[in-house]
């Protein structure tokens, strides 16, 4: 099983920045895709941001493009989540979730369900 833990999150103001960090176990980061996905209350859960293994691309939803930017430090063994102009409808639980290398960002981020998760941390965008 792939261990996945999530930190970062908090209380920010709109306009304000944030970094997630995915720090992974028992697996490395840089041999699989990794996507960071959000949940808020009464919605469903959106696929935010993933990076494939298989290709290297990445994706963004377009609610986050250009305000967002996921990266990978192998040498850490982590993905991040940097998370500039945040909006109050950014505001949800952000997990992270790992799985097989052959999925590329899009499909992961849109069309998958990936196998292993992290437990997710709390983003609030408020003033």
């Known amino acids: 099983q792939l261990q996945l833990v999530e930190s970062g999150g908090g209380l920010v103001q709109p306009g304000g920045s944030l970094r997630l960090s995915c720090a992974a176990s028992k697996f490395t980061v840089d041999y699989y895709t990794i996507g960071w996905f959000r949940q808020a209350p009464g919605k469903e859960r959106e696929g935010v941001s993933c990076?494939?293994?298989?290709?290297?691309?990445?994706y963004y939803a377009d609610s986050v493009k250009g305000r967002f930017t996921i990266s990978r430090d192998n040498a850490k063994n982590t993905v991040y989540l940097q998370m500039n102009s945040l909006k109050p409808e950014d505001t949800a639980v952000y997990y992270c979730?790992?799985?097989?290398?052959?999925?590329?960002?899009?499909?992961?981020?849109?069309?998958?369900?990936?196998?292993?998760w992290g437990q997710g941390t709390q983003v609030t965008v408020s003033s």
């Open positions: 979730a790992a799985d097989h290398p052959y999925f590329t960002a899009q499909a992961m981020c849109v069309r998958h369900t990936p196998n292993s």
């Open positions: 990076i494939s293994r298989s290709d290297g691309s990445t």
